[in-house]
């Protein structure tokens, strides 16, 4: 619940300029989930959820790589007009 | 005995840790000088988690783990690479892919549980399985209808809330009943299936323009779906991160839905295909101004304050680089140019900014709506590139136009308009823009990339004499 609302607090702060990227990296924690399905897999209690939880692994883990790759190629793009920005 | 005791607290410690990095990650990315480091500080705490997970001494198998991972790894680098263009569709697959895990991981501990199931877990399993289901076919329903493999325009039919909203009432009498019967594991796969036939009916009657709105709202889903899950397996930085994750969701949709001036239930419910049809068919043949490349090149070297409109046209003629050149261009002849970003162009949130910035644009020349409308009145030509219903002037003063009440950008103040489109065809909403038959007006036919091209070798080719 707290986390809800720190987040909620932070994420209203984002320019609209940033929304796409919020929204990649927002998805890529989310492939936390991975963890869950490490668990599972790891604890090896019957073949249906090694199963199922491979395939959760595979998806959480493509997000995770693929989230974080392209939310920082789209940063890289946001250049301030030829100013330097500040360090 | 010690050892384990002592993994298990850094195991938890760590996992504080992470679930700290996410939160700064988030509050860096509020502005752009510190949003890479933003993702920086995910991927840290991404990679400590994981690690964390993987000392973690309950698990006796690393086999299936590390094929999932490198696997995952594999699929997951090519979605990292896609063009700019194809974000939308990327996003919503990455949505289905992470409802997909949560939805697989909830259906694994209900089975290893079954049937001593507590209540409160029940419920927040239920949660779980349901929403992951439910965005997973959305999310991908989507998908396809970004990626243009499905059609996009939204396919109503009689009575679809009613069917709609059995469908999802069906599947919560389902959860109850479980939640009282944790026993009943032939009912079960219900709880995935019918869920999964809600996604896609969910999805079906939803036109384009609604796309930003339905990708945060499938976004809010996957995260509330990952925060469930979190309950369920006990993992606080799972409920962290999900929270995180439903909420930037939520805040995203409410955003865009304002900027529609519609409610969710309305976007959900009320797909705007009733209206097409009457307000296409009414006009036919009304007189506009058309100009060519020349034409508006000499306007627009001319001007000293234009501003850009672009729109979802600019994203599907890929005309983005086109723009920057003519952003250069008037620039070099002392033109000051910025461009106005109304917050559903496109389809999904920041849409356009992403594309602009891929092509060089300084993001201080990118202006949301409120920043940039006042500005209109002392703007000599607003150049509109592919957007339509966004610059609808009928949102304003026809109470009777089905996107009345709509915030939209004041294009029609500034002293010359000019828009480059493909021809006469109505927007996503199908509704016909008052726009084109203005006297100040100049409609630019022919496609984005071409005309703007046209335009930039003519304003470069004066400069040279």
Known sequence: MLAAFVGFEIIRRVSPLLHTPLMSLTNALDAIAVVGAIILVGEAKSGLTTALGTIAIVAATSNLVGGFMITDRMLKMFKASSKPKKP | ?465
């Open chain 2, 1 to 465: 005995m010690t050892t384990p005791l002592v993994t298990e607290q850094a195991i938890e410690i760590i996992y504080l840790i992470s679930a700290t990095l996410f939160i700064l990650s988030l509050k860096w990315l509020s502005a752009p000088a510190t949003a890479r480091r933003g993702v920086f500080a995910g991927e840290i705490g991404m990679i400590l988690a994981i690690g964390a997970t993987l000392l973690y001494r309950g698990i006796v198998d690393y086999k299936w783990i590390v094929i999932g991972l490198v696997l995952g790894t594999i699929i997951g680098i090519p979605l990292g690479r896609v063009q700019m263009t194809a974000v939308p569709q990327r996003t919503a697959l990455s949505h289905a892919f992470g409802a997909l895990c949560v939805a697989l991981v909830g259906t694994s501990e209900y089975y290893l549980r079954a049937p001593h199931v507590p209540k409160f877990m029940m419920s927040v399993l239920s949660m779980e399985v349901i929403l992951g289901s439910l965005t997973f076919t959305g999310s991908l329903m989507a998908a396809g209808k970004l990626q243009e493999i499905l059609p996009q325009r939204p396919i109503t039919y009689k009575g679809q809330n009613l069917v709609n909203v059995s469908v999802l009432a069906i599947s919560v009498a389902v959860a109850v009943y479980l939640v009282l019967h944790p026993g009943e594991t032939r009912l079960f796969p219900l709880l995935i299936a019918i869920p999964l036939l809600f996604g896609v009916l969910m999805i079906i009657p939803i036109g384009g323009a609604d796309m930003p709105t339905v990708i945060s709202l499938l976004n809010s889903y996957a995260g509330l779906s990952a925060a469930a899950m979190g309950f369920v397996i006990d993992s606080k930085l799972l409920i962290v991160a999900g929270a995180l994750d439903g909420s930037s969701g939520f805040i995203l949709s409410v955003v865009m839905s304002k900027a529609m001036n519609r409610s969710f239930t309305n976007v959900l419910f009320g797909a705007f295909g009733q209206v097409q049809a009457s307000a296409a068919a009414a006009q036919e043949a009304r007189p506009v101004h058309t100009a060519t490349a020349e034409e508006a090149a000499a306007i627009l070297g001319a001007a000293n304050a234009v501003v850009i409109v672009p729109g979802y046209g600019m994203a599907v003629a890929q005309a983005q680089h086109k723009v920057r050149e003519l952003y250069d261009a008037l620039t070099k002849r002392g033109v000051d140019v910025k461009f106005a970003i109304h917050p559903v162009a496109g389809r999904m949130p920041g849409h356009m900014n992403v594309l602009l910035a891929e092509a060089d644009i300084p993001y201080d020349k990118l202006l949301d709506m409120d920043a940039i409308n006042a500005d209109f009145p002392q703007t000599d030509v607003a150049l509109v590139i592919g957007a339509n219903d966004v610059t609808n002037p009928a949102a304003r003063n026809d109470p009777k136009s089905p996107i009345y009440g709509m915030p939209i950008l004041d294009v029609d103040k500034a002293r010359t308009v000019m828009v480059i489109k493909r021809g006469m065809s109505p927007g996503f909403a199908g509704i016909d823009n008052e726009l084109y038959y203005l006297d100040k007006t100049l409609m630019l036919f022919g496609d984005a990339r071409a005309f703007v091209g046209d335009i930039v070798r003519q304003l470069t080719g004066e400069g040279h004499g």
